[in-house]
């Protein structure tokens, strides 16, 4: 009877063991193409891969008019999908990248903090997404190292002679796109990062018309290379693979050549997922690039700390929620709340600080309990009494997921 229970307990920890290693997250940024588009050009390798998951419609920008509103240019979208928040937080304004707050972790730093031997790579036709961004080998990362990257290649003026069309770009989109799908092919890395700029270019260059459309069919070409890199992983090796493709920012509407600003198309982004278990925030909800970092941190089982996770904008696309869209306000010295349950079992407890330790140093916010009220109530009023700031952070904790909120009086500077 012993040698039995010895024997399925070695049985379900290998099974265990087997599943936690076998799971393989991919996530790729294509640059600066706005939903109307990818729903209205044929792009064939994208349906597939939706086919298998879900396509949505989604949103960069932070929340317009408010304290995360953030700028709708590349470097800070880029930055928004890696630390699943906005830009009032990882400090990345514009594409110069000049003093990214990293005490807001990436994916890529949780990962190796709990997973060290787990494999991380970076493929890119940008080489600041992995030195500035990602913060490879800096020490205000804790000297984080990734185990591969292919990038750099624009830099390479003699391979790449830098010509007035830009096919210099596409060629290095090509160059990234072989080498990941060939490194997914021979290596498996567990996470990576695959990111192509010619769409963006081409955007730029010609506005919305035949040849910006063309650069999007080029793309999807390049999905379907990378897709068929993942599903022959999953058939000869058995590995379950997760792939999220987005972009990091629309387009205006009047030429389709610009974007930063906040208009509709230009904060309109879309998700391509071949995910199981998309949930109805996903489908219907309009959720952010910035929900796409905890959903590989769900899919990979990386556990993001309770001090970090009281940080994070963006929630799960993936099982279940308690709630979303969370509202914050404070009137006559009451903190006014509402959010919208998905799920209403269980209660929400109700923090607040009114420090931002966390933003300034990486350290600990002193978070109070302010009220415990069931998720099916949708709507908590606190009296903040005692308190007088210009500044509170919410944090609203519930049982199947959190939301966070800050909120910030139009004087102060947070
Ligand atoms: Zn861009």
Do not use: C
């Amino acid at each position: 009877m012993k040698a039995t229970i010895l024997s399925i307990t070695i049985f379900l920890f290998s099974f265990t063991a087997f599943t936690q290693n076998n799971k393989k997250a991919i996530f790729v940024i294509v640059d600066g193409i706005p939903a109307d588009l990818i729903e209205k050009l044929e792009t064939p390798n994208l349906d597939a891969i939706a086919k298998v998951g879900g396509y949505t419609r989604a949103h960069v920008g932070g929340e317009k008019g408010t304290y995360s509103q953030s700028p709708t240019i590349s470097a800070v979208g880029y930055n928004h999908l890696l630390t699943g928040v906005w830009t009032n937080k990882h400090n990345v304004w514009d594409n110069d990248i000049k003093d990214p707050n990293y005490h807001y972790w990436t994916i890529f730093r949780f990962l190796k903090q709990e997973y060290p031997q787990k494999k991380a790579a970076v493929f890119s036709s940008w080489l600041d997404n992995r030195t500035k961004l990602v913060g490879e080998g800096l020490s205000q990362t804790g000297k984080l190292q990734l185990d591969y990257h292919f990038d750099g290649l624009e830099l390479d003026t003699v391979n790449y002679p830098h010509d007035k069309d830009a096919n210099y770009m596409h060629r290095i989109d090509e160059a990234v796109v072989d080498n990941a799908a060939e490194y997914i092919r021979t290596e498996s890395p567990d996470l990576s990062w695959v990111y192509l700029e010619y769409t963006d270019d081409m955007g730029h260059k010609y506005g919305d018309g035949p040849e910006f459309y063309r650069a999007i069919g080029l793309m999807d070409k390049q999905m379907g290379r990378l897709w068929e890199a993942i599903q022959y992983r999953e058939r000869t090796f058995k590995e379950n693979w997760v792939i999220y493709i987005t972009t990091d920012h629309g387009r205006d509407s009047a030429t389709g050549r610009n974007h930063g600003g906040q208009s509709t198309r230009e904060r309109g982004t879309w998700i391509v997922t071949n995910a199981k278990g998309l949930n109805d925030y996903f489908k219907t909800g309009n959720p952010g690039v910035v929900d796409i970092m905890p959903s590989i941190a769900k899919f990979m089982n990386v556990h993001i700390p309770k001090d970090q996770l009281m940080e994070v904008d963006g929630i799960p696309l993936t099982g279940r929620l308690s709630a979303i869209a969370p509202v914050a306000t404070i009137e006559n010295g009451k903190l006014k709340l509402s959010w919208k349950a998905l799920d209403k079992k269980g209660n929400a407890k109700i923090w607040v600080a009114n420090t931002n330790n966390f933003k300034t140093d990486g350290s600990k916010d002193e978070y109070k309990l302010m009220a415990t009220v069931p998720v099916s109530k949708q709507s908590a009023i606190i009296d903040l009494k005692n308190t007088t700031s210009d500044f509170y952070k919410i944090y609203i904790e519930m049982p199947e997921n959190s939301l966070v909120r800050w909120v910030v009086k139009e004087a102060a500077q947070q």
